[in-house]
């Protein structure tokens, strides 16, 4: 069963997901930084051990361990957002918007707030 619009009883329902698209932005950025952040202190010491095998092979490991730290804590850090996101749309944002009438609701009838 589709929704209806509690204004206009119109089945033609569009999602805004401001929550999951900000939460996921805000997760990552968060998640790039501290991902770029904990593998430049990892690579830093890779590249102290790493000079056993001459300057190239620690300027190499070091920087392939930044980026791939990098773009691993972006990822982890964006789906925890769109999750966080996700919960905000539901329970917190009024999510839902009607095509025909521009009315906003949400599907969780906790949230619904119909006193004017």
Do not use: W
Not at 14 to 36: I, L
Not at 78 to 88: K, N
Request: overall charge positive.
């Amino acid at each position: 069963m589709s929704e209806k619009c509690p204004n206009c009883l119109s089945q033609r329902i569009g999602k805004r997901n401001y929550g999951k698209k900000f939460a996921g932005v805000v997760g990552a950025s968060a998640g790039t930084y501290g991902g770029y952040a904990a593998a430049t202190a990892g690579a830093h010491a890779g590249a102290k051990l790493g000079i056993v095998t001459g300057p190239g092979g620690a300027t190499v490991g070091g920087l392939g361990g930044a980026v791939i730290g990098a773009l691993l804590g972006g990822a982890t850090g964006a789906s925890a957002g769109v999750l966080l996101g996700d919960i905000l749309d539901k329970r917190v944002l009024d999510n839902l918007r009607c095509l025909d009438c521009g009315y906003c609701f949400s599907t969780d009838p906790d949230s619904r707030d119909d006193t004017y």
